[in-house]
């Protein structure tokens, strides 16, 4: 079946360190990704959608300059968390959807990035 | 707008109760896809069931249930004979038919299941 390898599973870092996180469907192309973030306890909010070859559509209160998004193939796109804090410390998991614009494929999730700043 | 409502935050049973998950959604598509998943305590998600808004049948899996009634807007979610595997939090989520449509979850309802 399709899979979305998420990488990496756990980071740790300091804070103003920016950090990379890459999501990649494995046995399908995908032109549209999305990544959300998970406080502790709470649901899946939807940071932005990844749209490859052209610029990510962030949801509202997200900061583009902080969360840069890059989807430069139909296989890959990545998630950078600039100069990172500790407010965004946080769980962050990919998603990719099959097909084109009225695909019926469901969306396949990345097992999540559990993103620690110190 | 799209939305989804769990009403119950948490819910505890003990082992072998029946539990129902409510989940009540609002979206002014006419075709439409509802989810139901699963995050263990590890994180990740565990994809349960996707249904399209055109086929309201009743679907059974093993100990799962779902009761689509698109006339209540619900897409409830029935585990029965409960085990202690079950203790997770419980997410619905809904999206549209277009591979552009993110999916709008609920806050998640948080099962214990206790021995």
């Known amino acids: 079946g399709a899979v979305v390898s998420q990488h990496p599973s756990w980071v740790i870092c300091k804070s103003g360190t920016s950090v990379k996180i890459e999501c990649r469907s494995l046995d399908f192309q995908a032109t549209t990704m999305f990544w959300y973030r998970q406080f502790p306890k709470q649901s899946l909010m939807l940071m932005a959608t990844?749209?490859?070859?052209?610029?990510?559509?962030?949801e509202q209160g997200v900061e583009k300059d902080k969360f840069l998004i890059n989807h430069a193939s139909l296989t890959l796109s990545t998630l950078t968390v600039t100069s990172a804090h500790p407010e965004d410390s946080s769980f962050y998991i990919c998603?990719?959807?099959?097909?084109?614009?009225?695909?019926?494929?469901?969306?396949?999730f990345g097992d999540g990035t559990r993103l620690s700043i110190l | 707008a799209q939305k989804v409502t769990q009403a119950q935050t948490e819910i505890s049973v003990v082992e072998k109760e029946d539990v129902t998950l409510d989940c009540v959604y609002e979206?002014?598509?006419?075709?439409?896809?509802l989810f139901w998943y699963k995050q263990p305590p590890s994180g990740e998600l565990v994809f349960l069931i996707r249904?399209?808004?055109?086929?309201?049948q009743n679907e059974i899996s093993g100990r799962y249930s779902w009761n689509f009634q698109k006339s209540t807007s619900s897409f409830n979610f029935t585990i029965t004979a409960s085990q202690v595997v079950d203790s997770a939090v419980y997410f619905c989520a809904l999206s549209g038919r277009q591979a552009g449509t993110a999916l709008i979850f609920g806050k998640g309802t948080t099962l214990s299941v206790s021995s």
């Open positions: 249904r399209n808004s055109f086929d309201e």
């Open positions: 990844s749209n490859e070859g052209s610029k990510a559509t962030y």
């Open positions: 998603s990719a959807r099959p097909g084109t614009t009225y695909s019926n494929q469901p969306q396949h």
């Open positions: 979206t002014r598509d006419t075709t439409y896809y």
